[in-house]
């Protein structure tokens, strides 16, 4: 079956810190990824989508970037955090061929800038 | 563009009132996917229910039921018998044609459940 590993669970980061947020996921190939925020209200905005290694497509301009290294790796990245970054986060994946039947969530990092 | 309007920020019942919450919302795609997800204080995603755009029957698991309207481009979901673990904020979605690449999840702002004892 598969399943999405997202980590770590809890993340306090000082203003100005870096940040890195992995998220993997089994049982399946070449799936689409995600990354999304849910800031202070309780509305999920889509921050990145992956399509495939290395290619990478931001939904809105911000102080975060992401990665895909690997098939199933997925990483949310800062250079500088700040304030306004904290939020939960939440990766997900989608099934790109042969209808879907959800998309699957990992548990969230919930990150709190100071 | 496609929009998804969950009008009822925050709704309070009584243990074992029927509760219904709604879902309305925009796209110019003919073919797309709705979804409804619980998310519990512990803040993961569970996925509840996903509908497709040309299949208008609605569904029943247990307490919930889903009433899927294209006219009215609304897609409520009816909790029977409330219990206090269905105490969550609850999320309508819509995505386009998920056989396209980059396809992706619109969110709904959320309902916030509350169910008293």
């Known amino acids: 079956s598969q399943t999405i590993h997202q980590w770590p669970a809890t993340l306090v980061q000082p203003v100005g810190s870096p940040l890195s947020l992995e998220c993997t996921v089994e049982g399946t190939s070449n799936p689409n990824l995600y990354w999304y925020r849910q800031a202070a209200g309780r509305g999920l905005q889509l921050l990145f989508y992956?399509?495939?290694?290395?290619?990478i497509s931001s939904e809105v301009p911000q102080n975060l970037s992401a990665s895909r290294p690997q098939d199933r790796q997925f990483i949310l990245s800062s250079k500088k955090l700040l304030l306004s970054d904290s939020g939960f986060y939440l990766c997900a994946w989608q099934k790109l061929r042969g209808g879907v039947t959800e998309a699957f969530f990992g548990q969230g990092t919930r990150l709190t800038v100071v | 563009a496609q929009k998804v309007t969950q009008a009822q920020t925050e709704i309070s019942v009584v243990e074992k009132e029927d509760v219904t919450l709604d879902c309305v919302y925009e796209t110019r795609d003919t073919t797309y996917y709705l979804f409804w997800y619980k998310q519990p204080p512990s803040g993961e995603l569970v996925f509840l229910i996903r509908?497709?755009?040309?299949?208008?029957q609605n569904e029943i698991s247990g307490r919930y039921s889903w009433n899927f309207q294209k006219s009215t481009s609304s897609f409520n979901f009816t909790i029977t018998a409330s219990q206090v673990v269905d105490s969550a904020v609850y999320f309508c979605?819509?995505?386009?044609?998920?056989?396209?690449?980059?396809?992706?999840?619109?969110f709904g702002e959320g309902t916030q459940l509350t169910v008293n004892p």
């Open positions: 509908r497709n755009s040309f299949d208008e």
């Open positions: 992956s399509v495939g290694i290395g290619q």
């Open positions: 979605a819509l995505s386009e044609d998920q056989e396209t690449s980059g396809s992706r999840l619109t």
